[in-house]
């Protein structure tokens, strides 16, 4: 069965400070799908990234940089120089078909509180 | 383009009472997936549908809930009757049947059971 684990429920932080959230999973697949999901204060799920477990490539876009290997089963979301607007619950989620047809295994989250 | 749309946004009932949640996919999508949010279970996958079939159920709580597709472009969730265990956050999301491809996620439905 597959499984997601974010052993960090909470983070806080002073802003400007660059933060990692960690992310490991479990798969008997050889070929699945990873991804994060924002969750801020309002509630609604915005997705951030997708990697494919053949693509080990890190990619950063902008401020967010992620860090997949699968020698660890990880999949690392780093955010560098935080802002107070980075401040939201962040989502791994995993799928061994691909999101489109399949459902996701999701972490239990990691609250990342930004302080000014 | 629109998001998923999903309606009620909230939600207040009695226990007992049927209760029917919305949605309707991004237009041009045809995977199309219903998840529950609870402090206690996180995000679960309650089912979902390909080309408004649905494919796998194994998520639904019990037999008070039900889930339909009747066509392209909208679902229902429904619990008859409900309870107040079954208080959370509904959310719908849909995606293309493509390999690897994205799911978008609807604002979500905020049920409360009393």
């Known amino acids: 069965a597959q499984k997601v684990t974010q052993a960090q429920t909470e983070i806080s932080v002073v802003e400007k400070e660059d933060v990692t959230l960690d992310c490991v999973y479990e798969?008997?697949?050889?070929?699945?799908?990873l991804f994060w999901y924002k969750q801020p204060p309002s509630g609604e799920l915005v997705f951030l990234i997708r990697?494919?477990?053949?693509?080990?490539q890190n990619e950063i876009s902008g401020r967010y940089s992620w860090n997949f290997q699968k020698s660890t089963s990880s999949f690392n979301f780093t955010i560098t120089a935080s802002q107070v607007v980075d401040s939201a619950v962040y989502f791994c989620?995993?799928?061994?078909?691909?999101?489109?047809?399949?459902?996701?295994?999701f972490g239990k989250g990691t609250h990342l509180i930004i302080q000014p | 383009d629109a998001g998923v749309i999903q309606s009620p946004r909230h939600e207040v009932t009695e226990m007992g009472q049927e209760v029917t949640l919305r949605c309707k996919p991004i237009?041009?999508?045809?995977?199309l997936f219903w998840y529950r949010q609870t402090m206690m279970r996180g995000l679960e996958l309650l089912i979902y549908?390909?080309?408004?079939?649905?494919?796998?159920d194994s998520g639904m709580p019990e037999d008070r809930f039900s889930a339909k597709m009747p066509n392209a472009s909208f679902s229902t969730l429904k619990i008859q009757p409900s309870e107040p265990r079954d208080s959370a956050v509904y959310f719908c999301?849909?995606?293309?049947?493509?390999?690897?491809?994205?799911?978008?996620f609807g604002p979500g439905t905020r049920l409360t059971v009393l």
């Open positions: 989620a995993l799928s061994e078909a691909g999101g489109g047809a399949d459902g996701l295994t």
């Open positions: 990697r494919n477990s053949f693509d080990e």
């Open positions: 549908f390909n080309n408004n079939v649905p494919i796998d």
């Open positions: 237009s041009g999508h045809n995977s």
């Open positions: 798969t008997r697949d050889t070929t699945y799908y």
């Open positions: 999301a849909s995606s293309s049947l493509r390999l690897a491809d994205t799911q978008y």
